[in-house]
């Protein structure tokens, strides 16, 4: 399966709202697609996370590029100073820990200037 972690460092605290938001309509959008295996968020402050697991890489593209996850990619400046993803294959769903270590020494990083 493919497994996709994700971290946002918001803007601004009153952003979460927002986020809030997004994340609902995504993970609805998420679990219904075809190829959807697992979800998970976690976050706090200024800081979070998304865990994804899909049966294949097709069935992550075409969520990524659709729906509510489109959208939401679209106001990402606004929301976000940072945003790393990272996408690999695995046998198994990982740990936090072990996303949040690929993340951080493999992910590709986006910034996004004060605004």
Do not use: C
């Not at 994700?6 to 993970?27: D, E, N, P, Q």
């Not at 294949?56 to 489109?70: D, P, Y």
């Amino acid at each position: 399966m493919y497994i996709t972690v994700t971290s946002l460092r918001l803007r601004k605290l009153t952003g979460f709202f927002k986020l809030t938001l997004f994340g609902m309509k995504i993970s609805r959008q998420a679990m219904k697609q075809p190829g959807f295996v697992k979800l998970r968020n976690r976050g706090f402050g200024y800081l979070h996370y998304t865990l994804t697991a899909w049966e294949s890489k097709e069935a992550l593209k075409e969520f990524a590029h659709s729906g509510a996850h489109k959208d939401a990619m679209k106001q990402s400046k606004l929301l976000a100073t940072e945003i790393r993803t990272h996408t690999y294959e695995s046998d198994q769903f990982p740990r936090w820990n072990q996303a949040i270590e690929a993340l951080n020494n493999e992910g590709k990083v986006m910034m996004f200037g004060e605004r």
